[in-house]
């Protein structure tokens, strides 16, 4: 069964997420950084970190993109029930 870790970042418009993913990318911020100043989910205490988990443990649109976007790069704006996440897959086995 394939593991994957991720972080990321929570929050309730796709504007929003455009905005933080373009900063990320252009290293005006780090991912960990925006999650703590951006993310409305408790993980982004901890820099977005969800730690590992299994397919199927996560929301299915989540899900699909933890389990086969690339590893290391900002994925997103992926819409689900909670809002706009950029996910960000730190390892996949």
């Known amino acids: 069964m394939a593991i ?17 993913k373009s900063q ?3 290293d005006v ?3 960990a950084k925006a ?3 951006f993310s409305q989910c408790p993980s982004g205490r901890k820099g ?5 988990f299994g397919p199927g443990q996560m929301v299915k649109e989540f899900d699909e993109v ?7 790069k900002v994925l997103g704006p992926v819409k689900t029930q909670f809002g706009y ?9």
């Open 66 to 72: 933890v389990f086969s976007g690339e590893v290391g």
């Open 4 to 20: 994957a870790s991720a972080r990321h970042i929570l929050v309730p418009s796709e504007e929003k997420c455009l905005e933080i």
């Open 48 to 52: 977005g970190d969800l730690g590992q």
């Open 85 to 93: 996440h950029l996910i960000e897959v730190t390892k996949r086995s």
């Open 24 to 26: 990320i990318e252009a």
């Open 35 to 37: 999650a703590k100043k």
């Open 29 to 31: 911020i780090e991912f």
